[in-house]
């Protein structure tokens, strides 16, 4: 599987902005898909996963009711849509997806994204 993150940005506080993943391989639709990001000098953190069939999400407690996560996998995407930004959600944005571990820990992910860079100003 390949990933491709796209879609951020400099935006202004309150603002919103949408992340996409494309996927490669046939076995997109049989993954569940995550996102991740990290900040300068931080540790690499959990944004939120969807299931294989898009049906299930989880999402850390800072972006909880502002971020939304779906897929298509007609169209092996899965996108981030992130509204009422903060300065505290810039960061790199990585999609990440992985055939046996769909929790929180980055380590253990296999298929990582390149990146995309939001910049949030105040």
């Known amino acids: 599987v390949q990933l491709q993150a796209s879609g951020g940005g400099l935006v202004q506080a309150r603002e919103s902005l949408r992340l996409s993943c494309a996927a490669s391989?046939?076995?997109?639709?049989?993954?569940?898909m995550s996102w991740f990001r990290q900040a300068p000098g931080k540790d690499r953190e959990f944004v939120a996963v969807i299931s294989a069939n898009g049906r299930s999400t989880v999402y850390a407690d800072s972006v909880k009711g502002r971020f939304t996560i779906s897929r298509d996998n007609a169209k092996n995407t899965v996108t981030l849509q992130m509204n009422s930004l903060t300065s505290e959600d810039t960061a790199v944005y990585y999609c990440a997806a992985d055939g046996m571990y769909s929790g929180t820990r980055p380590s253990l992910y296999k298929y990582w994204g390149q990146g995309t860079q939001v910049t949030v100003s105040s």
């Open positions: 391989g046939r076995t997109f639709s049989s993954y569940p």
